[in-house]
């Protein structure tokens, strides 16, 4: 079969679920699902502790055989993964509530064929000891790769964009006996920082997580049906912090742009010239397109939540700020807000 090479200079190993660990992280030959086909070949790889260049990697090979389904996730683990006898740090597992700012920094390169995707994955279980495949709770995966036209488990439930204005799509699934979450973003994202705490306190406002679970580990990888490939990661960080995720600096304003900043239910729908805005949180901004400067504007807005709805006419300049406030929606009626 046609193994991909490793990269030169890395300690390898090659066996189902043997591991090389490097400080806080263990990279593991994850080939949980390699039992479905006839023959296989992957290798999980580690720089030395020192050493420059890429940090690990991965390559696989496997066969286009039925069932159609993964067959296996090379990754790498920071924490308390459910199945492992200890954790890569004291951090984790730690509670999921309130959320905190769990950052990972990261840079990395996949080339294959076939059916698979590019993912990180939080583990959550019932206990902080995070004891076994009993006691998992939830599985919440990000998608930002994906080739071959593969699906997450489950259905989609909507589109959502969060902190970090990376729009991507929501899957809801059940895996044995935990609740699956996926959320695949529409752009690939192959490197920089994704913080997951934006779309934890997102699926705990949601009522989609409880506040009682535990996050146990954070992880990267590649979910694999079939094909070969090899995946290098060239920078990799994990920060989790007690303080909750940080918010991105505003943007700059443009001088040729308004702005609308609107404070609405986080269910609402709400409507800018009948377009609707993709955000989903309870605070959201709305950026015009250029308009002339010195003079006014006006936006029709439309707020929707439930069988409550409101509508109001926005008069705004370009190069400053209108905040608006939907909060207690309260029947149809047109009304005036000012630019401050």
């Known amino acids: 079969m046609a193994l991909p090479p490793g990269p030169a200079g890395m300690d390898g190993r090659c066996g189902p679920f043997e591991t090389l660990s490097r ?46 389904e993964v067959k296996a996730f090379p990754e790498l683990i920071h924490g308390k993964k459910p199945w492992a006898w200890t954790s890569t740090t004291p951090r984790l597992p730690r509670p999921v509530s309130p959320a905190p700012s769990l950052r990972v920094d990261f840079a990395a390169r996949t080339e294959g064929t076939g059916r698979y995707n590019a993912a990180f994955e939080i583990w959550l279980t019932r206990s902080p000891v995070a004891g076994g495949e009993p006691d998992v709770s939830h599985e919440v995966m990000f998608w930002v790769g994906q080739a071959g036209d593969p699906s997450p488990v489950g259905l989609q439930a909507g589109t959502v964009t969060l902190a970090d204005g990376r729009p991507c799509d929501l899957w809801l699934g059940r895996i044995k006996t935990w609740d699956y979450f996926g959320f695949v ?17 997102y699926l705990l406002r949601r009522g989609y997580l409880p506040a009682d679970v535990y996050i146990a580990s954070l992880e990267f990888g590649n979910e694999i049906w079939h094909g070969s490939g090899r995946t290098v990661i060239d920078r990799y960080e994990v920060t989790v912090a007690d303080a909750p995720p940080v918010l991105p600096p505003r943007p700059a304003l443009d001088p040729d742009r308004a702005y609308i900043r609107l404070d609405v239910p986080a269910a ?41 709805e409101e509508t109001r006419e926005v008069v705004v300049r370009a190069g400053a700020v209108t905040a608006v406030s939907f909060a207690n929606l309260g029947g149809t009626g047109i009304g005036k807000n000012h630019g401050v």
Do not use: K
């Open 185 to 201: 973003f529409h752009r690939p994202i192959s490197e920089g920082v994704l913080e997951c705490g934006y779309y934890l306190d």
């Open 23 to 68: 400080g806080a992280y263990t990279v593991e030959n994850n080939t949980w699902g390699a039992y479905q086909v006839s023959a296989y070949r992957q290798c999980v790889y580690a720089a030395p502790e020192f050493a420059t260049g890429p940090r690990f990697a991965w390559t696989w090979d496997y066969p286009a055989e039925l069932p159609d």
């Open 268 to 308: 609402a729908l709400v409507f800018v010239e009948n377009v609707l805005m993709r955000s989903t949180s309870a605070r959201r901004l709305f950026r015009s397109p250029p308009i002339e400067r010195d003079r006014d504007h006006v936006y029709r807005i439309r707020a929707v939540d439930g069988p409550r």
